[in-house]
């Protein structure tokens, strides 16, 4: 059975930085593409970043270019998200999503996390 879990979230500051990690268990980790997203209150999920399964290739969505890192380490079957300079406007629950192949281009999303919240105050 496939476990998807994230961890890192909480209330920050506006202008800090927050870490996210999401480990995943139940398959062979390095196969695959990973990515985060988030949902805002009342708002739609949204793609925030994906990664490859061998690190080299990674992607961003336009609203956090140039303030987020993502990476993984296939040795710890653990994907990070490392986010600088938090807004407001980053508050969310943040999701982890295992794709279907090893290239987030190439397919879908086959499993999902149940997500942690980041709240940025101001």
């Known amino acids: 059975q496939v476990q998807v879990a994230e961890s890192g979230g909480g209330l920050v500051q506006v202008g800090d930085s927050v870490r996210l990690s999401c480990v995943a268990s139940?398959?062979?980790?390095?196969?695959?593409?990973m990515g985060w997203f988030r949902q805002a209150p009342g708002k739609e999920r949204e793609f925030v970043a994906a990664?490859?399964?061998?690190?080299?290739?990674?992607k961003y969505g336009d609203s956090v270019k140039g303030r987020c890192t993502i990476s993984r380490d296939n040795g710890k079957n653990t994907m990070y998200l490392q986010m600088y300079n938090v807004q407001p406007e980053d508050t969310a629950v943040y999701y982890c999503?295992?794709?279907?192949?090893?290239?987030?281009?190439?397919?879908?999303?086959?499993?999902w996390g149940k997500g942690t919240l980041v709240a940025v105050a101001s």
């Open positions: 999503a295992i794709y279907s192949g090893g290239y987030y281009y190439d397919g879908g999303m086959q499993h």
């Open positions: 139940g398959l062979t980790f390095s196969r695959y593409a």
């Open positions: 990664i490859t399964w061998n690190g080299v290739s990674w």
